[in-house]
């Protein structure tokens, strides 16, 4: 799976102009594969309330959490630069 994530940002590497954009979505799909990945594993589970999880999982899901939040962002500050014409980096 990481090798067809490799794949695809291999070949999509030129259209990640943004800095940073193309971290995030690394570490998004990162997140996700890992996520899943986990349930086929036998580990114990550590629970959050009635969510219970493996420690890879909720590691997983941090690495989610923050691709999301660097590609809201990145979002945020090329509308900003938009609005005050700033070149966009």
Known sequence: IC????????????????????FSVFILL???????MEFIKVNPKHCLGNICY????????????MGVAGLIWIYRNKQKAKKQNLPLT
Do not use: K, P, S
């Not at 990162?30 to 899943?36: M, P, T």
């Not at 997983?60 to 959490?65: E, G, H, K, S």
């Open 3 to 22: 090798m067809g994530f490799f794949a695809v940002l291999w070949i999509f590497r030129h259209h990640f102009v943004t800095r940073g954009l193309m």
């Open 30 to 36: 990162n997140g996700i594969e890992r996520f899943f």
């Open 54 to 65: 493996t420690q890879a999982q909720w590691i997983a899901l941090l690495f989610i959490l």
